[in-house]
């Protein structure tokens, strides 16, 4: 199988992209397993893919989604696993819709908008499943307002850059969105993109509401409390038991 990159696509995609155009294998997208750092204070989720054909390669992504800027400003992509990594040597570039009300966010809509690609040729591939989900980088953030700060629940909303129906490409004007290519024998292919999306819904008109409003139940939230709360019970224990030992052993 050609491991072609991804960065000799961006043209084709620009300016003729019926060249590539051809039914590809179907590749499903998303935010995972999200954890935060108390020793670097970042928020990270785990990108995944799965593919509905097993072993197929992702040879470049268009990663571009949406999150509130109110909440959380990005740091970098980490974490690159086999031979991907960034196809730009500048830093990436975080764009503003300045309309966070269609996805329910309490502030502006930022988007990020960069090339990920096979970067290492001589790195072994990493052939996708299609029954476990596979972990390719990470996206790591800074949370912005102190209020979510040592809090038991915290779900931000990462929304991936494809309508509910994904012929209907992005949300944005004129744009192609989201874009994952697998390779081929010989080229790269376009791939059947799906996502499943991150602490969001979509509504009837491809958004309007976000999930932590109305489906609670499906919310990916973690604690960022110092100490979870659920712990606390054992250290107030703990701290009595030590006192009672410590008084027994003082003379009367």
């Known amino acids: 199988m050609a491991r072609i990159l991804f960065a ?63 909440l959380l400003e990005f740091v970098e992509f980490s974490d690159f696993q086999g031979g991907y990594g960034r196809a730009n040597v500048s830093p990436v570039v975080v764009d503003n819709t300045g309309d966070g009300g269609f996805f329910a966010f309490q502030g502006d809509a930022l988007f990020i908008n960069e090339a990920i690609e096979i970067v290492n040729e001589g790195a072994s591939p990493i052939l996708l499943s299609d029954t476990e989900w596979t972990m390719l980088f990470r996206a790591c953030f800074v949370i912005k307002d102190e209020e979510f700060l040592e809090i038991d629940e915290f779900c931000p909303s990462l929304v991936w850059d494809m309508q509910s129906n994904p012929d209907d490409k992005s949300f944005l004007a004129g744009s192609e969105g989201l874009v994952i290519t697998v390779a081929g024998e010989n080229e790269c292919i376009l ?42 019970s054992l250290f107030i224990t703990l701290f009595l038991v030590t006192l009672f030992v410590v008084l027994r052993k003082r003379p009367i």
Do not use: H, K
């Open 8 to 70: 000799s696509l961006l043209p084709l995609l620009a300016g003729t992209p019926q060249l590539l155009a051809q039914a590809g294998p179907g590749v499903t997208m998303r935010f995972a397993n999200p954890e935060y750092d108390f020793s670097t204070e970042t928020y990270c989720v785990d990108v995944e893919f799965i593919s509905a054909t097993d072993g197929v390669e992702v040879s470049g992504i268009n990663a571009r989604f949406f999150f509130d800027d109110n």
């Open 191 to 232: 791939a059947s993109e799906e996502v499943e999306q991150f602490n969001w819904a979509y509504g009837d008109t491809d958004g309007i509401f976000g999930a932590p409003e109305t489906d609670p139940d499906q919310l990916d939230c973690i604690s960022t409390r110092s100490i979870p709360l659920g712990n606390i």
